[in-house]
């Protein structure tokens, strides 16, 4: 039996949405070093990647977000981002949940002085949660912080993502093998475990989670010491030093290097 092809034409809105669709669903080709034209210079790429899945309960959600604010409006943070010099970082914020649900609800801003620095902690503070009910997609979640940083108008000496949740990931793809493609890029994931009596967690984000050069993990026993652990991790990546916020040794926990 002989089929025509002039018989089989696919509509071509049909195979243009298909088209779009798929670009979109399988996101940056992750085995190719990431190259991008000389935008503008900046010490430090870094997303922030904050859990908004069903786990997160809403008292903890809005802990999570005043934590993140207060981190930018501290003194040493600003002091960190100042000592960059330079173009400073660029730095984005971002809500996940499952696997299509990655929304950046601070756009890239470039940081570099103390007014800059508050007035991206006044854009956390803004922000109303995205997802609610939803399950918890850490892969997804690492695959679009590189798409931002593949994407963005900035040309970082250093890039680094930041992953916060309390969970284990539960949709999506696993995690560690999109950890090792992007770390293979020269990217550093490091990962704040939000214990909350699960206390597997932090040997699960140094398993699957996090790595590349100088990456880390700390881990906080619940959303009471969040605020403070933000400010020690955000000191210690934004200043590249890897004995930088070491002031509270009771939620700090040291990295004992990636993928064990």
């Known amino acids: ?18 088209f779009f669709f798929c670009t979109w669903a ?17 010490e430090l790429e870094l997303v922030l990647l904050a859990d908004s899945s069903s786990s997160i309960r809403g008292l903890e959600f809005d802990l999570q977000i005043t934590g993140y604010a207060q981190a930018f409006r501290s003194e040493e943070v600003i002091a960190a981002i100042k000592a960059l010099g330079g173009g400073g970082l660029a730095v984005t914020f971002v809500q996940w949940s499952a696997s299509f649900q990655q929304v950046d609800t601070v756009p890239w801003m470039q940081v570099r002085s103390r007014t800059d620095s508050l007035r991206f902690g006044d854009a956390i503070a803004r922000q109303a949660r995205r997802f609610q009910g939803f399950g918890t997609a850490t892969g997804s979640a690492l695959k679009h912080g590189l798409k931002l940083i593949t994407e963005n108008q900035f040309t970082g000496r250093r890039l680094v993502m930041d992953l916060t949740s309390d969970e284990h990931s539960n949709q999506g793809p696993h995690p560690k093998s999109l950890r090792d493609e992007i770390v293979a890029q020269g990217v550093t994931i490091n990962g704040l475990a939000i214990l909350d009596d ?63």
């Open 1 to 18: 039996m002989r089929v025509s092809l002039s018989r089989c034409r696919v509509p071509a809105r049909i195979l243009t949405v298909c």
């Open 26 to 42: 399988i996101g940056p080709d992750v085995s190719q070093p990431i190259a991008k034209a000389a935008d503008v210079p900046v």
């Open 198 to 260: 699960n206390f597997e967690l932090e040997g699960y984000f140094r398993r699957y989670v996090t790595g590349g050069p100088g990456s880390f993990v700390l881990a906080v026993d619940s959303y009471d010491d969040f605020a403070d652990a933000i400010v020690q991790k955000l000191v210690r990546e934004i200043s590249d030093d890897p004995l930088a916020g070491h002031g509270a040794p009771t939620i700090q926990h040291a990295a004992r290097g990636w993928g064990r």
